[in-house]
Structure formats: C-alpha cells, structure tokens
C-alpha cells in the first residue's frame, strides 16, 4: 500500500481531511513501500467500512484507539495476518464478533481497555498463542472470556470491571 492508497482508505472512512496528520504520525512507518504501521487514533472515525483494510497484508501495528467506533464487523480484520499489535481502547464498543481477532494469529498485544464492552465470547482469543498481553480493564465485563490457552500471555489488566466469573 503506497501513499495514495492511504488517502483512499482514509476517503473510505471519510478522513481524507485527516491525510496529512496520519501520514507524519511518528507510528505511521512505511517499510519497502508498505505499510507496516498505521496510526488512526483520535480521529472521531465512528464506521469502518468492510474491506478498508483488505490492502494491508504487511501491517504489523493498527492503532484505532480515541475514536467514536460502537461496532466492528466480524470479518474487519481478516487480512491483517501480519499484525502484532491493535489498540482499540478509548472507544464505545458493547461487544466484539467472535470471529473478529480470526486469522490473526501473529497477534501480541490487544488494547480494548476503556470501552463499554459488557460481553466477550467465550472463545475470542481462543487461537490466539502468541498473545502477551491484553487490556480488558475499564469496562463493564462480568465474566471473562476463556484464556487457557494463551500460553504466552504475560500480563492482562482487567482492573475497573464488575467480573463475578473468570
């Protein structure tokens, strides 16, 4: 993804006001003309449309952290393969699909801290072994969503909600 399929992402997500702010972001990076680091946070982006980042294969950080997002579609991600890090915190999200981190097993850290998300399916980071850490705290989780299987898991916060199972 060069430089003006960035501006057509952001025409997408209709930011492409917001072109030269993200494109001179210390985390926006190019690496051999492909985009391995993309920063989207405080934009005020409330809709992503499906398919916006299909072009993003490279992309191994997504930080969408401070924008107005209630809902992501379950397939929103699928061609992120490479991707280490997503920050999603700072958002108004009440749930995520089950399938939404699928395909994303390279994944190391999750932010979904500050948000409104009240239920997590159980299996969510059900394949997700790389995962180190994961930041759940700040929201209105009353359970927990199954991590036995994250065996690379170093540190989740789950501070500021009211769990009454894990």
Known sequence: MDVEDLRLLLSR????????????????????????????SRLEIDN???GV????????????????LFSLSNSIFHHLENLNYINLSHN???????????NMNKLRVIGLHKNLLNNLA???FE???DLEQLNLEGNNLSKIPNIEDLINLEI???KNNPITQF
């Open 13 to 40: 997500i209709d930011k492409e006001d917001q072109f030269d702010e993200v494109v001179n972001r210390e985390e926006t990076q190019y690496l051999d003309n492909d985009l391995i680091s993309l920063d989207l």
């Open 48 to 50: 992503i449309p499906i």
């Open 53 to 68: 980042f299909d072009l993003l294969s490279e992309l191994i950080y997504l930080d969408l952290s401070g924008n107005n």
């Open 92 to 102: 108004k999200l009440k749930t995520l699909p089950r399938d939404i981190f699928w």
């Open 122 to 124: 159980d299996d969510i």
């Open 127 to 129: 394949h997700l072994e």
């Open 156 to 158: 989740i916060n789950i």
